[in-house]
Nanobody, 120 residues
Framework: QADLAESGGGLVQPGGSLRLSCEAS????????MSWVRQAPGRELEWIAG????????YYVDSVKGRFAISRDNTKNTLWLQLNNLKTDDTAMYFC?????????????WGQGTQVTVSS
């Protein structure tokens, strides 16, 4: 059964950093682009970062560009999101999703999420 398991969230002060991880199983991870999406309270899912199958050409929504970094290791079936200079507006549940920016909604496959709370 295909599965995505996120971890690494927590409570952090504004300006702080976190590193989120996503372990994939049950599907050929190295064959798919991957994304991180997030959902803030009362808001819809928002795509924020994507990476293609071989790790080249990461791309981001403008609101996180320069602060977040997506990466992957296909030998470990793992996707990461480094979050730096966090802001209160970054508070959300973060999910890794199968597929890049154009396909993640079509695949409709993401994990249970990990909560990131940015507060002083």
């Amino acid at each position: 059964q295909a599965d995505l398991a996120e971890s690494g969230g927590g409570l952090v002060q504004p300006g702080g950093s976190l590193r989120l991880s996503c372990e994939a199983s049950g599907f050929p991870f190295s064959s798919f682009g991957m994304s991180w999406v997030r959902q803030a309270p009362g808001r819809e899912l928002e795509w924020i970062a994507g990476i293609n199958w071989n790790g080249d050409n990461p791309y981001y929504v403008d609101s996180v560009k320069g602060r977040f970094a997506i990466s992957r290791d296909n030998t470990k079936n793992t996707l990461w999101l480094q979050l730096n200079n966090l802001k209160t507006d970054d508070t959300a549940m973060y999910f890794c999703a199968k597929g890049g920016m154009a396909r993640w909604r079509k695949y409709n496959h993401w994990g249970q999420g990990t909560q990131v709370t940015v507060s002083s």
